[in-house]
Nanobody
Framework: QVQLVESGGGLVQAGGSLRLSCVVS????????MGWFRQAPGKEREFVAA????????SYTDSVKGRFTISRSNYKNTVYLQMNSLKPEDTAVYYC??????????????????WGQGTQVTVSS
């Protein structure tokens, strides 16, 4: 059974930084495309960033380009999201997701096979 466990969320002031981690167990992490999504209260879950199975390709939603960086360690079965220059509008529950495919970056939410439980990120103004 594939499990994804996120960590690293918390409360931070605007302009600050956080690094989210997502550890994957029970599957073949090195063959998964990975993604980060977020869901703010009253809003739909939205794409944030994605990385290919090899780590050679990344994609970001426009609102986080230049501020967030997605990376992965196939040795540690972990995907990361480094978030800098955080803004109050980044406040949300952040989820990592895995797609069982040796493809490129994947943006659509419904193309992911496995999900974590989420970690709360709150940015105060």
């Amino acid at each position: 059974q594939v499990q994804l466990v996120e960590s690293g969320g918390g409360l931070v002031q605007a302009g600050g930084s956080l690094r989210l981690s997502c550890v994957v167990s029970g599957g073949s992490f090195s063959s998964y495309a990975m993604g980060w999504f977020r869901q703010a209260p009253g809003k739909e879950r939205e794409f944030v960033a994605a990385i290919s199975w090899s780590g050679g390709s990344m994609s970001y939603t426009d609102s986080v380009k230049g501020r967030f960086t997605i990376s992965r360690s196939n040795y540690k079965n972990t995907v990361y999201l480094q978030m800098n220059s955080l803004k109050p509008e980044d406040t949300a529950v952040y989820y990592c997701a895995a797609a069982d495919t040796r493809g490129g970056v994947i943006r659509p939410l419904n193309e992911y096979d496995y999900w974590g439980q989420g970690t709360q990120v709150t940015v105060s103004s």
